[in-house]
T-cell receptor, first 112, second 113 residues
Framework: SQKIEQNSEALNIQEGKTATLTCNYTNYSPAYLQWYRQDPGRGPVFLLLIRENEKEKRKERLKVTFDTTLKQSLFHITASQPADSATYLCALDMRNDYKLSFGAGTTVTVRA | DVKVTQSSRYLVKRTGEKVFLECVQDMDHENMFWYRQDPGLGLRLIYFSYDVKMKEKGDIPEGYSVSREKKERFSLILESASTNQTSMYLC????????????FGPGTRLTVT
């Protein structure tokens, strides 16, 4: 069955630095991949979607890459701010229906 | 703005009770989903529905059932609550078309004692 792995450790970074999160998957070839942000006690919020034929996508200070050969997506937060502190989830489509399969998430803490 | 609401933020129930969790979305979305979220396990899909009265099992449907009588409302039912169903329950909706993002409700923290 497919397996999705995100950074196992929480990420602690200094304000202004770039945070880089990884999402690796096996036994699967998704048509697209999504990234969500989740704050404590709240539901996830959609951030970005990248398709299998796209190498890179940007939205403000966020950048996502998608390498289907490595079966990996990288999520970058540039010029990070304390307000970026949250858990970030990657999600892969299941091709055959409407489902998404989510990773366990990586918690990012940005220190002022 | 899309809004997904859930009937309760916190719920405490006893083992063996029947539990209803309700979810309502106001954007006329075709697809609705129920997940549970546990530390270290991420979001796991319980059931989803792509149309009124239609439902499909997700990855962990055992012990749960669902109902979708109206397009905007999707209910999750725990027929006989057990302690291993203590979790955060999240409802989501999305428009038809597989690439559309999912919009989540605030979640219900259910504790079964």
């Amino acid at each position: 069955s497919q397996k999705i792995e995100q950074n196992s450790e929480a990420l602690n970074i200094q304000e202004g630095k770039t945070a880089t999160l990884t999402c690796n998957y096996t036994n699967y070839s998704p048509a697209y991949l999504q990234w969500y942000r989740q704050d404590p006690g709240r539901g996830p919020v959609f951030l970005l979607l990248i398709r299998e034929n796209e190498k890179e996508k940007r939205k403000e200070r966020l950048k996502v890459t998608f390498d289907t050969t490595l079966k990996q997506s990288l999520f970058h937060i540039t010029a990070s701010q304390p307000a970026d502190s949250a858990t970030y989830l990657c999600a892969l489509d299941m091709r055959n229906d409407y489902k998404l399969s989510f990773g366990a998430g990586t918690t990012v803490t940005v220190r002022a | 703005d899309v809004k997904v609401t859930q009937s309760s933020r916190y719920l405490v129930k006893r083992t063996g009770e029947k539990v209803f969790l309700e979810c309502v979305q106001d954007m006329d979305h075709e697809n609705m989903f129920w997940y549970r979220q546990d530390p270290g396990l991420g979001l796991r899909l319980i059931y989803f529905s792509y149309d009124v009265k239609m439902k499909e099992k997700g990855d962990i449907p055992e012990g749960y059932s669902v109902s979708r009588e109206k397009k905007e409302r999707f209910s999750l039912i725990l027929e006989s609550a057990s302690t291993n169903q203590t979790s955060m329950y999240l409802c989501a909706s999305s428009s038809s078309g597989r690439t559309y993002e999912q919009y989540f409700g605030p979640g219900t923290r259910l504790t079964v004692t």
